[in-house]
């Protein structure tokens, strides 16, 4: 599967963005999706994933409650709603598909290219 993520921009603080990923094909054969994110000079983390099982979410201490992750699998496509954005957000974001594991995600195989949000104070 081919991911590709769009929606990216520079926003001020307290600002909101939506992202999209497009993929190539329908994900459902995958456990889920998730959305990382890598700000420079620091690891990639994890922000939201998304089952396909049930659809139940998983967030990321830091965005939760700010921060809403959705799917339409007729679309094939996977959002990112960011609200209340912070300076600290700023990073690329990438989706992914990812695996469950003990109640966890963690990314799987397929990844996108990026989408660069910038949050100005």
């Known amino acids: 599967v081919q991911l590709v993520e769009s929606g990216g921009g520079l926003v001020q603080a307290g600002g909101s963005l939506r992202l999209s990923c497009a993929a190539s094909?329908?994900?459902?054969?995958?456990?889920?999706m998730g959305w990382f994110r890598q700000a420079p000079g620091k690891e990639r983390e994890g922000v939201s994933c998304?089952?396909?099982?049930?659809?139940?979410?998983l967030y990321a201490g830091s965005v939760k409650g700010r921060f809403t992750i959705s799917r339409d699998n007729a679309k094939n496509t996977l959002h990112l709603q960011m609200s209340s954005l912070k300076p600290e957000d700023t990073a690329v974001y990438y989706c992914?598909?990812?695996?469950?594991?003990?109640?966890?995600?963690?990314?799987?195989?397929?990844w996108g290219q990026g989408t660069q949000v910038t949050v100005s104070s």
């Open positions: 992914a598909t990812v695996t469950y594991y003990n109640g966890n995600c963690y990314p799987g195989d397929y």
């Open positions: 094909e329908s994900t459902l054969k995958y456990e889920g």
């Open positions: 998304i089952s396909t099982n049930d659809g139940s979410t």
